[in-house]
């Protein structure tokens, strides 16, 4: 037996669950593992809380991210005793997740924890810090440096923004961040943002082209937020969209795209190939220390991973919620 939340529909209301589950109840997969920590992502708040239709199969176990050991391995490339870091692919939507101490998944799907790293500090990083990688890679991949200007963040007090913050200002940019939470601005001063702006500069409606400021963007807000970022980036800047914590519209025009040769730039962590996984791994594994990551943080148990996710949708949670399993 091991513990889980377990999401389930079949009292026809949802329910999420902490619950002690048969090991013959695991899905297929090649790899079976002890989940050592685990964290609450956006998207693993939305499934917890049933606010979008993360989860696709019922019951479902969830937790897009995990760390933790092998305990048994049909897979090549796994053995028993090996750490492994699990971002996305569907689990936690389709195939039972993290949020449990025992998951079966596939071992094409795991990357190595870094030497640099512990379980828990790969799972401060977790999807959120991989995807905040992926973001600036796709920056650095235009050939964009600090040299060309400032660099804007938004949702910056969230995961994928803290570790933006942290990593591009490591990088040497000036960046500015855009925040709903005026009280956060020390953290974010502490992360190395160099200036915070205040969200509602950026979440009303503005015009198609406004007055050029950014050589780059990581927006994790999608809608009115998004719109205005690419409406205020420099002539041939890139603007590296992931999220849609504002909202999933993209309310603008052609205009900085065709007027400015700006790039928009789509960031999907959930289906990139191991090979993009490793090198974000590696560079996290470069660039962030354990310091940042330590302010980033914060733990909980378990069974608190439900009070977590409903205070990530309410606006309570800064940075980065690490599940001690
Ligand atoms: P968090 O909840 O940790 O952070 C989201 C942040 O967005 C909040 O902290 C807040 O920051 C800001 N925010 C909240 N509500 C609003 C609002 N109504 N309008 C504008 N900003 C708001 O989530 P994550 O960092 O884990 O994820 C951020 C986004 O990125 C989510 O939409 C998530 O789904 C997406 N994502 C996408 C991935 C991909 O592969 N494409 C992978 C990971 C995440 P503040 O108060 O500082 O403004």
Same mark, same amino acid.
């Given at each position: ?155 910056? &007090?969230? %995961?994928?923004?803290?570790? /933006?913050? *942290?990593?591009?200002?490591? #990088?040497?940019?000036? !960046? $500015? +961040?855009?925040? @709903? ?38 927006? &994790?807000? %999608?809608?009115?937020?998004? /719109?205005? *970022?690419?409406?205020?980036? #420099?002539?041939?800047? !890139? $603007? +590296?969209?992931? @999220? ?45 220390? /354990? ?35």
């Amino acid at each position: 037996m091991f513990q889980a939340w377990l999401l389930d529909k079949a009292s026809g209301t949802f329910q999420a669950e902490l619950r002690e589950i048969d090991e013959s109840r695991l899905p297929p997969g090649d790899v079976l593992v002890q989940v050592l920590h685990s964290t609450i992502n956006y998207k693993d708040a939305l499934a917890l809380t049933h606010r979008a239709p993360v989860v696709r199969n019922w019951p479902m176990v969830p937790g897009i991210d995990g760390a933790g050991i092998v305990l048994e391995s049909r897979h090549a490339a796994w053995k028993p005793g090996d750490r492994w870091i699990l971002n996305g692919w569907g689990v936690g939507e389709t195939h039972w997740g993290c949020l449990a101490e025992r998951a079966s998944l596939r071992g094409d799907w795991l990357v190595p924890v870094p030497a640099r790293f512990d379980t828990r500090q790969a799972m401060i990083i977790g999807t959120a810090g991989y995807t905040a990688m992926l973001c600036v890679q796709a920056i650095a991949a235009h050939d964009l440096r600090p040299e060309h200007g400032e660099v804007l963040v938004t949702g910056a &007090t969230g %995961g994928v923004g803290s570790i /933006a913050v *942290a990593l591009l200002a490591r #990088r040497g940019w000036k !960046v $500015v +961040a855009v925040s @709903g939470k005026p009280e956060r601005e020390d953290y974010l001063r502490a992360l190395g943002a160099a200036e915070v702006l205040p969200r509602q500069s950026l979440s009303e409606p503005g015009k198609p082209l406004q007055k050029e400021r950014w050589a780059a963007v990581v927006d &994790t807000a %999608g809608s009115h937020i998004l /719109a205005n *970022a690419c409406a205020q980036t #420099r002539w041939g800047g !890139v $603007v +590296a969209a992931c @999220g849609l914590a504002q909202g999933m519209d993209f309310p603008a025009s052609v205009a900085p795209f065709i007027l400015r040769n700006v790039t928009l730039a789509g960031i999907d962590s959930v289906m990139q190939p191991l090979g993009a996984r490793r090198a974000a791994w590696a560079a996290l594994a470069d660039e962030l220390d /354990a310091s940042q990551l330590e302010a980033v943080a914060h733990d909980i148990r378990l069974d608190q991973a439900l009070e977590a996710a409903q205070a990530l949708m309410a606006g309570r949670v800064s940075g980065r919620t690490v599940v001690n399993i």
